[in-house]
């Protein structure tokens, strides 16, 4: 019986400890708004609003605020070009791009989207591009080369942007400069960042080339994590008090029937 009671209050202990250390452990709480497609001319900078709401104090502890990002690229931009050069031909790189940053809008301040080391939290790009010869030009029309002023000769070719999608960029908030802390609220409200968007279509690689291109489209996702320790963990101390209390009771009642039964 001594021994019973012994590996009870034992396992009890084992049992607490692990308990406690697993409530202890951060919490995870994330919200994500994604799926924002719109069209984006081939240069200059788009801007798109993502609203999230701020890390209720009601949970927990805040401990870090992550950003995780991210670009893609519809399929079928057109990129044009046409030697406008009568002595130079050769290879010419057609190249379509995209990048992305964040910027504040409302709710917080710039010192929200910094890491510690005061740095950018990331950003999203993209590159797509093929190699295609151009022959010196044939005599058509100089300037912005379309498929219809065009004659099609061999010093005019013209890509079509495939799929592309960016590696996701990410970061966490810095605790320095007081960033984490802006993103504690009371559980309504809300804070405001802009997606910040640049696109661009080049062809290099000759003298003298006239180039355009389509409007590129393209799809931008935002997701903000919180990690927090919440305020209802449990202390170990009390929850071990409890558990060895009931098993010794268990135990104390268990040999008075074993005596009764004697």
Excluded: C, H
Aim: no cysteine.
């Amino acid at each position: 019986m001594k021994s019973f009671i012994r590996n009870a209050v034992a396992a009890s202990v084992a049992v607490v400890a692990m308990a406690g250390f697993a409530s202890a452990q951060a919490a995870t709480v994330s919200a994500q708004i994604s799926g924002n497609t719109y069209t984006k001319s081939s240069a200059g900078a788009g801007t798109y609003n993502f609203t999230f709401d701020k890390f209720d104090s009601a949970l927990g502890t805040l401990t870090s605020v992550q950003y995780v990002f991210s670009l893609s690229t519809a399929a079928g931009s057109i990129g044009q070009a046409d030697n406008e050069s009568g002595a130079e031909s050769g290879n010419v790189t057609f190249a379509f791009s995209a990048n992305s940053t964040l910027s504040a809008v409302s709710g917080i301040t710039a010192a929200g989207l910094v890491t510690d080391a005061f740095g950018n939290l990331g950003t999203a790009s993209i590159t797509d591009s093929s190699i295609l010869f151009l022959d010196v030009d044939d005599g058509d029309p100089s300037g912005s080369p379309t498929t219809v002023d065009n004659d099609g000769g061999a010093d005019y070719a013209s890509y079509v942007s495939q799929v592309q999608t960016s590696t996701a960029g990410s970061g966490f908030v810095n605790t320095t400069f007081g960033g984490v802390s802006q993103y504690v609220g009371t559980g309504t409200e809300t804070f405001t960042i802009a997606m910040n968007v640049g696109t661009n279509f080049s062809a290099t690689g000759l003298g003298s080339i006239s180039s355009s291109t389509s409007p590129m489209f393209f799809s931008s996702a935002v997701d903000v994590v919180y990690t927090y320790t919440p305020t209802d963990v449990p202390e170990p101390s009390s929850s071990l008090g409890v558990m060895v209390a009931g098993l010794m009771g268990f135990a104390a009642l268990r040999r008075r029937k074993t005596m009764r039964a004697a």
